[in-house]
């Protein structure tokens, strides 16, 4: 596809201006903070730049863990917290190093994994899933514990695949994408009030991860070529 401008084709720049007006139109009808809104349009750089294979996904990605964890803190998401803080963050870190450090004439060195190694991680998949799934069916209050343990497993993965540079991370990413509007499909029947605007949200994610698995195919073929 032609490049317009800075390395960006009509697409991505389309994309990229939607996605921001999808962040704004959450911020307007939520009546959210200006913070909140920073956190919000830097999520949404964050995976459009990684679906590009962007260093610069790690720095907005940086802002945007460390600002979820502190709305995380004051709603009282301590789980959440500690996900961000512990998780993510250092992942970060990882990311932008290993990024920075496997670039060929400047682009990204994009990887696909070997049948021997998609079959271990879709074995931690399903097993970390069940497991975690199983855990959270006894606490008071939990809302859908598989299909929760299926988003929260499902992210560790495919962050861990992102780190390493494996195509295959937006695969994940999809199907994690789906568990997730399917989960908020859920509790919008159930009456919650953010449903719709949570399932927007995440069908933008999916259509991003499409498109990232898209980039990084090619990517990755023209590395092995």
Known sequence: MKKVAGGWNLFE??????????????????????????????????????????????????????????????????????????????????GFYMWKNNRQGGKLAMRQMELKGLFLVGAVCVLGCLLLGFGLSFIPGQNSPYIDAITTVLSVVATFLMVRRFKEQWLVYIVLNLFTVLLWAIRMLEGSG????????????????????????????????
């Open 194 to 225: 953010e449903g719709l605007l949570m399932i927007v949200m995440w069908s933008a994610y999916l259509v991003n991860a499409v498109y990232g698995y898209y980039i990084w195919n090619k990517g990755a073929k023209e590395v092995a070529a």
């Open 13 to 94: 720049m389309i994309w990229l201006v939607l996605f921001t007006s999808i962040a704004v139109g959450f911020t307007v009808i939520s009546k959210d903070s200006l913070f909140g809104f920073t956190v919000f349009i830097t999520g949404v750089l964050c995976v459009v730049l990684a679906a590009k294979g962007n260093l610069m996904s790690y720095v907005f990605g940086m802002y945007n863990t460390v600002g979820y964890a502190y709305l995380a803190y004051i709603n009282g998401l301590f789980g959440e917290v500690m996900l961000n803080l512990l998780f993510f963050v250092p992942m970060n870190v990882i």
